[in-house]
């Protein structure tokens, strides 16, 4: 399953999906992974959350990005769910170019058995993603 908080830049997406991780500790019974490219954020993430800052590695595209996320649910089976702040960010993409990219993710959590939150900035949700929205 994936999760999608997407609205245009300085609307809370941020703050929202870091308390959403940080609440979800109270009730998720395996690991949590938070992922961003922000490493300022660290701080307010709690330090029982496994927090990546993807820039501390290489530049990513979809399929690098998607072998982040498989490398981290084959090397932790305890993953139960992992937050994404800046998705079209980290990978500079446009909201509207990214309906595959989410279909493989949702297919890859769901094969896993994972929930998947992730930050999307747009003006405007494109229509694919509505199905995502929380």
Avoid: H, W
């Avoid at 993953?79 to 509207?96: C, E, H, Q, T």
């Amino acid at each position: 399953m994936i999760n999608v908080i997407c609205g245009p830049v300085g609307s809370g997406k941020t703050d929202k999906i870091v308390g959403n991780a940080n609440n979800s500790l109270l009730s998720c019974d395996g690991n949590i992974v938070f992922l961003t490219d922000n490493s300022s954020i660290s701080r307010n993430v709690k330090p029982q959350i496994r927090f990546i800052n993807v820039k501390e590695f290489i530049k990513y595209n979809e399929d690098s990005f998607l072998g982040l996320l498989a490398g981290i649910l084959a090397s932790n089976a305890d993953v139960k769910k992992i937050y994404i702040d800046g998705l079209a960010r980290i990978l500079n993409l446009k909201a509207d170019n990214m309906e595959d990219l989410l279909s493989k993710i949702e297919i890859l959590a769901d094969k896993m058995g994972v929930e998947v939150f992730m930050t999307i900035t747009a003006s405007k949700t494109p229509s694919f993603m509505k199905k995502y929205i929380v």
